[in-house]
């Protein structure tokens, strides 16, 4: 059974940065694109970030680019994404993705795995 663990969220200062890590278990095929999507308390579901299976491309939301850097361990099919400056309105679950396709994506109905999510904390 694949599996994908995030791991790095936590309660930090405006301002202040962080690293999140997914992990990636149970398969037998290098993944397609990877990426983050995140949920605030009260709002839908939204795309964070997105990088293809070599690296080469990604992709991010309005909101958190020049801010925000995702990269991939292509060996491990481990993605990261570095979140710089963090805001408040950066608060939020946030889960990793992947997909069998090496297509990047902004649509959450195109990855087929989720991890069970990180919580990330900004405090103003």
């Known amino acids: 059974q694949v599996q994908l663990v995030e791991s790095g969220g936590g309660l930090v200062q405006a301002g202040d940065s962080l690293r999140l890590s997914c992990a990636a278990s149970g398969r037998t095929f290098s993944f397609g694109a990877m990426g983050w999507f995140r949920r605030a308390p009260g709002r839908d579901r939204e795309f964070v970030a997105t990088?293809?299976?070599?690296?080469?491309?990604?992709d991010y939301a309005n909101s958190v680019k020049g801010r925000f850097t995702i990269s991939r361990d292509t060996a491990s099919d481990t993605v990261y994404l570095q979140m710089n400056s963090l805001k408040p309105e950066d608060t939020a679950v946030y889960y990793c993705?992947?997909?069998?396709?090496?297509?990047?994506?902004?649509?959450?109905?195109?990855?087929?795995?989720w991890g069970q999510g990180t919580q990330v904390t900004v405090s103003s």
């Open positions: 993705v992947a997909r069998s396709i090496d297509d990047t994506t902004n649509s959450e109905w195109a990855y087929d795995y």
């Open positions: 990088i293809s299976r070599g690296g080469s491309t990604a």
